[in-house]
């Protein structure tokens, strides 16, 4: 399993944007497909990205598609989630996530079949 951290969780304005990362570990993360979660205060917690190994293949939540970038930089073994044109309704606690998918080509949102989870960053959407 990748050791994960995450960081870049702010408060921020309405209509401003915020890079949130993913520190890998532990090993190679070229073979890992990884997701961003979300859980808002008193909500299920709602997948919002995936990204490949490879980072060829990408796929969105309704709510951060247009929005948000999801990407990933193998060699610093970091992934990044750009979030543009940030709502009230995207405060929440944000998740990476890593499944081992050693195709390097897939990913999905949704929590199965993620196996290693990041402690979360705060994001606060408040004027």
């Known amino acids: 399993q990748l050791l994960l951290a995450e960081s870049g969780g702010d408060l921020v304005k309405p209509g401003g944007s915020l890079t949130l990362s993913c520190a890998a570990s532990g090993f190679r993360s070229a073979g890992f497909a990884i997701g961003w979660f979300r859980q808002a205060p008193g909500k299920e917690r709602e997948g919002v990205a995936c990204?490949?190994?490879?980072?060829?293949?990408?796929h969105y939540s309704d709510s951060a598609k247009g929005r948000f970038t999801i990407s990933r930089d193998n060699s610093k073994n970091e992934i990044y989630l750009q979030m543009n044109n940030l709502e009230f309704e995207d405060t929440a606690v944000y998740y990476c996530?890593?499944?081992?998918?050693?195709?390097?080509?897939?990913?999905?949102?949704?929590?199965?079949?993620?196996?290693?989870w990041g402690q979360g960053t705060r994001v606060t959407v408040s004027s």
């Open positions: 996530a890593s499944d081992f998918e050693p195709s390097g080509g897939w990913c999905i949102v949704l929590e199965d079949p993620y196996d290693s």
């Open positions: 990204i490949s190994g490879n980072g060829k293949t990408t």
